[in-house]
């Protein structure tokens, strides 16, 4: 009963969204082994997703797909299954984020290889969401995108900055090189200290293999782009209170996550299973009300801008990248990989597409800024192409 409940709801679903089994639409499904919908309503999004890998099934426009799925909550009606409920339980009971879990977490992502990254994104490597306005090109919109931050952070010449998930150091080389910022950058992959530290030797920048809740230093400004997502809500006060105790009291924090609309986990976010699960071990997407609650009582919110929008053409741009490069990684990663790694980007296109999720940047101060705080937004101005071009050389 449960199950042909489940399956009409699927069935269901689809016809809402317009997607039709086997129809000419570029975003409609093609059917390519028959047990696809028992393995759906069995296993779940999570299930649809790895038929998906599986072959068993194919779609001209993946994006326009999950664009039209979720803006049906396709995943909510698809929860009742036991990957679903098992991983549910898990959440709860576990921290899935303790210091060990997170360097195997993001050992898992981040050191799959650089060759991967070199050739997906831009030339410095900023794995977030760019600030396309007024950008033409991916390069453009990544480079408006740090200067947004240094501009809403007030950046001066001799500040300490910290950037908690630094990367390969796109912002703490921007930071040092364009503001004369002495930076630290801490992360937990090896692959991004070894490449980021070759990036930014010429220059006032300390990179570290370090986890956020060891750090016991005082900084003027604090930056966090793209990595409050994998902290998990059991460590969000944590992570507030490490901020806290290493920043001045009369600093910034500028903090960069993308959200979601229920907290997780719940039993009807379904989607996001099978992205922890295949692409980011320990992902937990927060709310914005998560975040807020994190820092309830240890900072005044001064700024919040959503520019969620942005995150389309930034994924665009980077499965264009991923496939135009593909040959080079073929051999390598394999077909499967490749199946899946198109599965996430154009999926996540399409997801931010749909409105469903959100990339946040929020201004936060320990006291309150004396006078006020004025928001920075609109285009920013960009450095040179060439510029751009100087960095990837060094950094190759």
Same mark, same amino acid.
């Given at each position: 009963m449960a199950l042909s409940l489940t399956r009409r709801r699927f069935e269901q679903a689809l016809a809402e969204a317009g997607v039709t089994l086997n129809g000419t639409n570029p975003w409609d499904i093609q059917v390519k082994d028959r047990r696809l919908l028992r393995r759906a309503v069995l296993a779940g999004f999570e299930g649809f997703v790895n038929a998906y890998v599986d072959g068993w099934w194919e779609c001209d426009a993946i994006d326009q797909l999950?664009?039209?799925?979720?803006?049906?909550?396709?995943?909510? /009606?698809?929860?009742? !299954?036991?990957?679903?409920?098992?991983?549910?339980?898990?959440?709860?009971?576990? !921290?899935?984020?303790?210091?060990?879990?997170a360097f195997r977490n993001? /050992?898992?992502? +981040?050191?799959?290889?650089? =060759?991967?990254?070199?050739?997906?994104?831009?030339? #410095?490597?900023?794995?977030? $969401?760019? +600030?396309?306005?007024?950008?033409e090109s991916l390069e453009e919109a990544q480079e408006a995108k740090l200067e947004l931050i240094c501009r809403k952070l007030r950046l001066e010449p001799g500040m300490r900055v910290l950037d908690i998930g630094s990367g390969w150091g796109s912002f703490v080389r921007y930071a040092a090189e364009r503001y004369g910022c002495?930076?630290?950058?801490?992360?937990?992959?090896?692959?991004?200290?070894?490449?980021?530290? *070759?990036? $930014?030797?010429?220059?006032?920048?300390?990179? #570290?293999?370090?986890?956020?809740?060891?750090?016991?230093?005082?900084?003027?400004r604090i930056v966090s782009v793209g990595m409050f997502e994998h902290v998990g809500?059991?460590?969000? #006060?944590?992570?507030?209170?490490?901020?806290?105790?290493?920043?001045?009291? =009369?600093?910034? $924090?500028?903090?960069?996550?993308?959200?979601?609309?229920?907290?997780?986990? !719940?039993?009807?976010?379904?989607?996001?299973?099978?992205?922890?699960?295949?692409?980011?071990?320990?992902?937990?997407?927060?709310?914005?009300?998560?975040?807020?609650?994190?820092? =309830?009582g240890l900072f005044v919110i001064e700024d919040l801008h959503n520019f969620g929008q942005y995150y389309d053409p930034t994924l665009m741009a980077w499965f264009e990248n991923f496939h135009r490069n593909w040959e080079a990684l073929r051999q390598k990663y394999g077909g499967r990989f490749y199946r899946m790694w198109k599965h996430y980007l154009?999926? $996540?296109?399409?997801?931010? /597409?749909?409105?469903?999720?959100?990339?946040?940047?929020?201004?936060?101060?320990?006291?309150?800024?004396?006078? *006020?705080?004025r928001p920075v937004r609109g285009r920013v101005p960009l450095a040179s192409r060439a510029e751009a071009g100087r960095v990837q050389e060094i950094a190759v």
């Open positions: 999950y664009e039209r799925l979720l803006g049906v909550n396709m995943p909510a /009606r698809l929860w009742f !299954n036991l990957p679903t409920l098992r991983r549910y339980v898990f959440q709860k009971l576990f !921290n899935l984020q303790k210091p060990r879990g993001v /050992r898992a992502h +981040y050191n799959l290889g650089n =060759d991967l990254f070199r050739a997906m994104l831009d030339s #410095r490597l900023t794995y977030s $969401c760019g +600030y396309w306005e007024g950008a002495e930076v630290t950058g801490i992360t937990l992959s090896s692959e991004q200290v070894h490449y980021s530290r *070759g990036l $930014c030797a010429d220059l006032p920048v300390e990179i #570290r293999l370090q986890d956020y809740r060891d750090m016991d230093e005082v900084f003027d809500q059991k460590n969000h #006060r944590t992570f507030m209170q490490a901020v806290h105790r290493c920043l001045t009291p =009369d600093g910034l $924090c500028l903090l960069h996550f993308f959200a979601t609309q229920r907290a997780w986990p !719940n039993l009807t976010d379904t989607e996001a299973v099978w992205v922890t699960k295949n692409i980011f071990p320990g992902l937990v997407v927060p709310t914005l009300g998560q975040v807020g609650a994190a820092a =309830d154009l999926s $996540c296109a399409g997801a931010f /597409r749909s409105r469903k999720y959100q990339v946040w940047q929020i201004v936060l101060s320990p006291k309150g800024v004396v006078g *006020g705080y």
